[in-house]
């Protein structure tokens, strides 16, 4: 078999299983909807992870592939390059992990939200699952626009799972800003269409320069709304009110990070890009960056506390991907890596958010004190996780914050605006570590305040899970760093 | 047999079926008369197929009846359209009626009125579609009006027959319009052609069309898009439509929203295809673009205030109308193609919709989404069927309308102006909100105290599968028949054969047939 197709069975295995393990879950009883679907997450897992390895074994060449074209028309294709087989193994892989470690949290034993698990969860789950692979693989805008609103309606249907009306409120909040932002790949499709006759992102190139900026920027403008960047961030916040491991999953690994890679896919893939893209893209992730740290002070829902996190680190993101655009390879490189370990970071942080709602029945921070002592797997969790969100080395975003930054001090040295709006990313950093070593310094230490106290004993699958996210939070670092070169 | 004779023969009968019920007495078993309108459009699908697919094939238009009736690959797509979906809810009708007559809600000796008018509706929408005739069409379009009154009317409550009474009242009036404008191109080719004798027929008209005076056709193009466009359902003479949609039984509902509307569009496709000859696209154009654009914008404002679920289904269909005036307005062969696409897509969707909303009445027995809660805990199949018709409605891929509502887009930002695009693209994103709201509100929650857990009969859910199947097959992969067909139809709609079509660049892209295809591997 040509190492053509044989990467496209893998990804076509790693999108079609899960989807059509969701149409599975409806048809069988109800008992059935969770081993189905990590089933067919595992499976996806490991045709997303084989991908990746016969891709290494092949020298890691980019290969471009057809699947659907019309005409002479690409509608659909895969792209199998260093950006996509790194983040599609991780999209899938902590897309298995959530669901392991949703047996248990998703059940009648869960202190703050005690549930029957319906089939809907497991059902949008699996086709998210699915969806992101299929994002992560596209090589033409038409694919990435299906998959971008397929995950829509799915987090349209994981955040309002419970129903409650603050729930459905969040849940059409979070699709109709997110479609409005799709408004932009609609229309940035159709220009792309007109300027070439046809849908591949690789065309983005050949468009002449005015063309080349109205695409960009309205596939950024997609991008804002999916990775919740100022303005349209309002949806995250929200989005709360879906079960933790769900927050978990959208933050991570999905949603969020669907904007993301977008716009790195489309900036890979545009050639010499017009600075002005650049300039909106960092103008943007900085004031998205300070936002986010201000309104880190007045939280005191943890869950709350990480939603603003997950905005200002893909400030971060974007603001290396900006930065790409002014000539710094290195930070784009930090970018993409970034969204890749901050993927295994943000869930490891929101599964232990969802941990403490299970055994303690709340996630007010100031009520959390003692957590070593009486769950130490949590407790180590809970460091290594701010830690991690904090860039300590040797964390694995250490590593790619690291590379952002100097690769922004690389065209600040000639560039004085630039050269500003790194050093003000920098202080941030400075003071997010402050806030969450702040954090740590109440909830870790010391003897269990009354709600610990009273906690309920950590299920196995959470503390597996916990120990799985925590090595990978520790090697995804240098992973991700030499697999991008 | 001939196939002229297979398509008079699709023609008759639905009709034949029609008087049959209606000299049946009324104390006949409700079984005969469920029996008789099923074999009905069972036949009418099987003829259907058969003529189309022969035209669609061959490539060669048919003719019957001298020159009275005509297939060409653009009616050809209606004609299936009408028969499939005629078929379906055909099928769907079985049970529908049967359980309102055992809840009392429609008393037994109406059965007959219903099933021989659904018959006789399905062959005025097919006489529509194969008229070649101008004054016929027009008299087609009217008869579909006269034999829909009493089926919307059925349930002879009062809002039944209010909003009966306002749709025969509208659309009657309306239509009158889309008489005066057929009468003033029917004149003035009767003045300029040789024989004068053919002057009604479309195809004899159509040599003649850039002899005709542009100041008549313009005011003709004028009177025939209100009159005919009062019948499709476009703003500012759309106010007929969310009554009759919501107060008839669901099947006719199907029906009405799912191909009547697209049957009216086609008369206006047919008569702008003739303009655009005469007196140049822009005219046409822009007075569709106008009317598609407020259509779609004021559909999505009014479609949030609606509580009854049909109601808001109704709205949804003046926005699709809306969207198959736009693809027209926008033009050329990407946008005419998006607009015959539209129109397939948009009539199963819709369809599938209106019989969920018709399982659910029957479930709830009430249309208002304040009420319908918790379907999912009460029937799960029809809360999964009923939340692939909404995502499907509100174009998510990967549902049909995803395709041609992309298409739109496609098309609008390559010919139309820019502006118009991004309008429409608020306006369907508000539609958008209302479809998948109903979903939250209504699919989902707790259900009512003392519900018990009750499901439609089988005969019911097997035709919606059968839909909701179609809508994600045809958006995930639309099958080449059906793209080259809308290719054929296109290029039948801008008089431009299909050959050359295939050598402007755009054209040949965007859609393939087996051979393209072929070319491209």
Known sequence: MSIESSLSLFAMVAIAVPMLGSLLIVMLPRPYAKWICAFVGGIATVASVGLAATFAGNGMNAVDVTWASMGQTLVMGFIFDRMSTLLAPAFVAIGLLVVIYSFPYMSDKNKEHPDAPRRRFYVYFSTFIGAMAGLAYSSTIVGQLVFFEITGVCSWGLISYYMTPTAKKAGMKALIITHIGALGLYIGAAFLFAGTGTFALSAISQLDSGMKTVVLLLILFAAWAKSAQFPLYMWLPSAMEAPTPVSAYLHGASMVKVGVCVFARALASAGDIPEIVGWVAIIDAVVTMLFGFLMYLPQKDMKRLLAFSTIAQLAYVFFGLGLSVFGSQMAFNGAVEHIFNHAFTKTLFFLIAGSLSFTLGTRMLPKIQGLMKKYPVTGVGFAVAATAIAGVPPMSTFFSKFQIISGGFAVGATNTVIFVLVCVMVVETVATFAWFLRWMGKVLPGEPSETVAAGQPLPRAMAFVFVVLMIMVVVAGPLSSSWMG | ?521
């Open chain 2, 1 to 521: 047999m001939d196939v002229s004779m297979l398509t008079v023969a699709l023609l008759a009968c639905p009709l034949v079926f029609s008087l049959i019920m209606a000299a049946l007495p009324k104390t006949t078993s409700y079984n005969v008369f469920a029996g008789l309108n099923t074999i009905s459009v069972a036949a009418t699908l099987v003829l259907s197929v058969v003529t189309a697919g022969t035209m669609l094939s061959s490539g060669q238009n048919i003719d019957a009846l001298g020159l009275w009736l005509h297939l060409d690959s653009l009616s050809s797509i209606f004609v299936l359209l009408v028969g499939i979906i005629g078929f379906i809810t055909g099928v769907y009708s079985i049970s529908y009626i049967k359980i309102d007559i055992e809840e009392k809600t429609m008393p037994a000796e109406r059965t007959k009125q219903y099933y021989a008018l659904f018959s006789l509706f399905v062959f005025t929408m097919l006489l529509v579609c194969l008229s070649n005739n101008i004054i016929l069409t027009w008299a087609a379009v009217e008869a579909t009006t006269l034999s829909t009154v009493f089926l919307v009317g059925i349930y002879k409550n009062k809002q039944a027959l209010e909003a009966s009474w306002k749709y025969a009242m509208v659309c009657t009036a309306g239509v009158a319009f889309g008489l005066f404008g057929t009468l003033l191109i029917y004149a003035n080719a009767a003045d300029i052609m040789p024989n004068a004798h053919e002057a009604a027929f479309l195809t004899s008209i159509m040599p003649y069309a850039d002899q005709f005076d542009p100041m008549l056709v313009r005011l003709a193009f004028a009177f025939i898009v209100i009159g005919f466009g009062t019948k499709a359902g476009l703003f500012p003479m759309h106010t007929w439509l969310p009554d009759a949609h919501s107060q008839a039984p669901s099947p006719v509902s199907a029906l009405l929203s799912g191909v009547l509307l697209k049957c009216a569009m086609l008369v206006i496709i047919r008569f702008y295809s003739l303009s655009i000859i005469t007196v140049g696209d822009t005219y046409p154009r822009t007075l569709l673009l106008i009317l598609g654009t407020l259509s779609i914008l004021v559909a999505a404002l009014c479609i949030f205030k609606q509580d009854d679920i049909k109601r808001r289904f109704a709205y949804s269909s003046v926005d699709n109308v809306g969207v198959v005036a736009l693809c027209l307005g926008i033009g050329g062969p990407l946008g005419i193609a998006a607009c015959l696409l539209h129109c397939i897509f948009h009539g199963f969707t819709k369809a599938l919709a209106f019989c969920m909303a018709g399982n659910i009445q029957h479930i709830y027995h009430t249309r208002d989404l304040n009420k319908i809660k918790g379907v999912v805990e009460i029937a799960p199949v029809t809360a999964a069927l009923t939340i692939i018709a909404l995502l499907a409605l509100a174009a998510f891929p990967p549902f049909a309308l995803f395709i041609s509502e992309f298409l739109t887009f496609v098309a609008g930002v390559q010919s139309g102006p820019i502006w118009v695009v991004v309008l429409v693209a608020i306006g369907l994103t508000g539609v958008y909100f209302a479809l998948t709201g109903i979903a939250l509100k209504s699919i989902f929650g707790k259900a009512p105290e003392g519900m018990k857990r009750h499901e439609v009969p089988a005969l019911m859910i097997i035709p919606e599968i059968a839909l909701a199947i179609v809508v994600m097959w045809f958006g995930i992969a639309t099958p080449v028949a059906i793209t080259s067909g809308v290719e054929d139809a296109t290029s039948v709609v801008l008089n431009q054969s299909v050959e050359e079509l295939h050598e402007a660049p755009l054209y040949r892209m965007v859609f393939s047939s087996q051979t393209k295809t072929s070319e491209v591997n």
